[in-house]
């Protein structure tokens, strides 16, 4: 069984930056792509951005790219967004996703494809 724990939400001001990390429990997590999309109040969820299990492809959406920052450090079972010039449209409970067997540098953009998720972190950006 595989455990995703969001973490670093919070309120904010416009231009401000935060951190989120997605903590992974499970013996194969390097094995894992791991997406982050984010959910806005009355809106459908939203593809963020998404490593591969390799850590060597990243892809953002089109709205965060040149913002954030996927990373992940897999000796810490760690994925985090760094999260920079905030805006008050990136207001929005943010969830971190898990895909298991995933291919070494597979990339997946649909949250359909994720197998597993966390219970999402509140990220609040004021103007």
């Known amino acids: 069984q595989v455990q995703l724990v969001e973490s670093g939400g919070g309120l904010v001001q416009a231009g401000d930056s935060l951190r989120l990390s997605c903590a992974v429990s499970?013996?194969?997590?390097?094995?894992?792509?791991v997406g982050w999309f984010r959910q806005a109040p009355g809106k459908e969820r939203e593809f963020v951005a998404t490593i591969s299990w390799s850590g060597t492809n990243t892809y953002y959406a089109d709205s965060v790219r040149g913002r954030f920052t996927i990373s992940r450090d897999n000796a810490k079972n760690t994925v985090y967004l760094q999260m920079n010039s905030l805006k008050p449209e990136d207001t929005a409970v943010y969830y971190c996703?898990?895909?298991?067997?995933?291919?070494?540098?597979?990339?997946?953009?649909?949250?359909?494809?994720?197998?597993?998720w966390g219970q999402g972190t509140q990220v609040t950006v004021s103007s």
């Open positions: 996703a898990g895909k298991g067997d995933a291919n070494y540098g597979g990339i997946y953009v649909s949250w359909t494809q994720y197998n597993y």
């Open positions: 499970g013996r194969t997590f390097s094995t894992y792509a």
